[in-house]
C-alpha cells in the first residue's frame, strides 16, 4: 500500500514537475556576427556616455535609463511596440521613432542601427 | 549578477571601454612613427634583450650550481669567475650600452632652431590645456585636449602645469616629459606619416587621472594648410590682444534645432558654463576650465574619453561626475533634457 502510495505521489511530482512552464528564452535570437558590430557601434559613438551597457567596462553614464537586462523590458522608451524595427530606428533617431524623446539622433548607419538592435536584445538578464 | 557576467563573457571575449573604439587602447608603446620616437623604441628593444640574455646566463649558472658536475661547479664557485663575471662582465657590458644609450639618444635633447613651431601644453586636474604661440611667443589659438601638427616637422611642446604634476606622453611619437608646477620643460615631438595619435598623462594626478588624455593628429602638407586656413578664416582670433577689462563683441548667432526651441547660447551663459569655459567672440570668458571656442571640432569630450557627438555631449553636461568620477565639473542634473540639447547643439556649433 505504501509502495503504491509513494510510487503514485512521484509520478503526480513528476507529472507536475512537467507541466510547469519553462522559463522564457530571449524575444529574439540575434547571430553573433550582428551583436559584435553592434557592440563596436555603441563603442564608437559613445551610447555609454549615458546608458550602463552590460559588456561595456567604461562608462556608465547615467543620464539615461541603465540597459541591463534589455531584452525583459516592456515598450520601448515606454512607448513603442518592442520589435527590432522599432529599437534600430529609436537607436538611430529617437526624437522621429518617438515624438518628444530627450534622446538625441545618434550618428548611426541603418545597417549599424540593426547590429546595435541586434546587441541590445541579446542583453537577456534571466 | 554572475548570469550576467556569463551571458556577456559568450557574446564578446572581454568587457571592453569605448576607449578601444576609439584609437588603439592603451597607445601602442614599440610602434614609433617619427624619429624620437624611434629611439627610444630601438633602446627599449635592445634594454629587453640585454635582460633576457642576463637572464638567461644567471639560469644556467643556476642549473649548474645545482645540478652541474662537481668541476663545473668548483669553477662557479671560483674566485676567477667572480672576478670576471661578476665584475669584468657587467663594467664592459654596462659600460658600452651606456656609451650606446646616450649616443642613440643625443638627438633627444639636442637644441632645436629659433624658427621651429612652438605649441604651449598646460596640464589641469584633469584635461590638457593646448596653446599655440607665433614667433614672438604670443598665443595665437588656444584649444583643448587635441593637438594637431604637420607631418614631417619637430614641433615644440613647452610643457607647464597649473597644479600638480603631470606628464605628457604621446607614445608614436616620443618619450615622456614631466610637467612640473611653476617651470616649462620642453620636449621636442615630431610625426612622420599621418594619422591619429592617443596621448595620456603619464604621472598620477589624482582621482581621474586615467581619464586624462588627448589625441594628437598629424596632418600631411595639404591638409595641415586646410586646417589652419579653416581655423583663422571662421574665427580670427588673437587671444593675448582681447583688451582687459572689455566685453567682447556678443555674436547674435542662436543655434535652434528643429526639435528644439530653446536658446541654447543663452542656456549656456546663464547656468554658470561661462564662468569656467571660454567661448571667444561671447561673454563667455573663464579659464578654470577647457576653452570651447572650436568644442563643436573637436573629436573627443572629457580630455581624449569619449567621441563627440550630440548624444555624448548631453551626456557629459547631463551627468559627467558618472563618466568621470571626482573631475571638476558637476553634473547638470538639475537642467532639463531640453535645456540640455538645447546647450549641446549651440556647442556643436562653436567650430
Known amino acids: ?126 | 549578477m554572475s548570469q550576467r557576467i556569463s551571458m556577456v563573457s559568450t557574446m564578446s571575449n572581454a568587457p571592453s571601454d569605448v576607449f578601444d573604439a576609439w584609437w588603439d587602447w592603451p597607445p601602442p608603446v614599440l610602434d614609433p612613427a617619427g624619429p624620437y620616437a624611434d629611439s627610444v623604441v630601438v633602446l627599449a628593444w635592445a634594454l629587453i634583450g640585454m635582460g633576457v640574455v642576463v637572464t638567461a646566463i644567471v639560469v644556467a649558472a643556476l642549473y649548474v650550481a645545482i645540478k652541474g658536475p662537481d668541476h663545473w661547479k668548483t669553477k662557479l664557485g671560483g674566485e676567477k669567475a667572480v672576478w670576471i663575471g661578476g665584475i669584468a662582465f657587467p663594467s664592459v657590458v654596462l659600460t658600452g650600452l651606456l656609451v650606446w644609450g646616450l649616443t642613440l639618444t643625443a638627438s633627444l635633447t639636442e637644441p632645436v632652431p629659433q624658427d621651429t613651431m612652438r605649441i604651449r601644453v598646460t596640464g589641469y586636474m584633469w584635461w590638457f590645456d593646448v596653446e599655440y604661440l607665433d614667433a614672438d611667443g604670443n598665443v595665437v589659438m588656444r584649444d583643448a585636449n587635441e593637438l594637431h601638427l604637420p607631418v614631417g616637422e619637430p614641433v615644440v611642446v613647452e610643457l607647464a602645469s597649473e597644479d600638480v604634476i603631470h606628464s605628457f606622453w604621446v607614445p608614436n611619437l616620443s618619450g615622456k616629459e614631466d610637467m612640473i608646477p611653476g617651470r616649462v620643460n620642453e620636449l621636442v615631438i615630431q610625426a612622420d606619416r599621418a594619422g591619429r595619435y592617443g596621448g595620456v598623462c603619464a604621472e598620477y594626478c589624482g582621482g581621474p587621472h586615467a581619464l586624462m588624455g588627448f589625441v594628437t593628429v598629424a596632418h600631411d602638407r595639404a591638409d595641415w594648410e586646410a586646417w589652419i586656413e579653416g581655423r583663422s578664416r571662421l574665427r580670427p582670433e588673437i587671444v593675448d590682444q582681447d583688451v582687459p577689462g572689455e566685453v567682447p563683441a556678443i555674436t547674435p548667432a542662436v543655434a535652434r534645432d528643429a526639435t528644439n526651441s530653446l536658446d541654447g547660447r543663452r542656456l549656456f551663459m546663464d547656468s554658470g558654463c561661462a564662468a569656467c569655459h571660454r567661448i571667444a567672440g561671447t561673454e563667455a570668458n573663464g579659464l578654470a576650465g577647457p576653452d570651447l571656442t572650436r568644442v563643436g571640432s573637436r573629436m573627443t569630450l572629457g580630455a581624449g574619453i569619449l567621441p563627440n557627438n550630440r548624444g555624448t555631449m548631453i551626456g557629459w553636461i547631463g551627468d559627467s561626475q558618472s563618466i568621470k568620477p571626482g573631475n571638476r565639473m558637476p553634473s547638470y542634473d538639475m537642467l532639463s533634457a531640453e535645456e540640455l540639447e538645447a546647450i549641446a547643439i549651440w556647442l556643436e556649433q562653436q567650430k
Open chain 1, 1 to 126: 500500500m505504501r509502495a503504491y502510495l509513494s510510487i503514485g505521489l512521484s509520478v503526480t511530482l513528476c507529472a507536475s514537475l512537467a507541466a510547469c512552464k519553462q522559463p522564457p528564452g530571449p524575444r529574439y535570437a540575434p547571430d553573433a556576427e550582428a551583436t559584435d558590430r553592434g557592440l563596436e557601434a555603441i563603442e564608437r559613438v559613445g551610447c555609454a556616455a549615458c546608458h550602463e551597457i552590460p559588456g561595456i567596462a567604461w562608462p556608465e553614464g547615467r543620464t539615461g535609463p541603465s540597459l541591463v537586462g534589455f531584452d525583459d523590458i516592456g515598450p520601448i522608451a515606454g512607448a513603442l511596440p518592442n520589435n527590432p524595427e522599432n529599437l534600430a530606428a529609436f537607436v538611430r533617431n529617437a526624437p522621429a521613432a518617438k515624438s518628444g524623446s530627450t534622446m538625441p539622433a545618434m550618428p548611426l548607419s541603418e545597417e549599424e542601427a540593426r547590429d546595435v538592435a541586434a546587441y541590445l536584445y541579446g542583453l537577456d538578464d534571466e
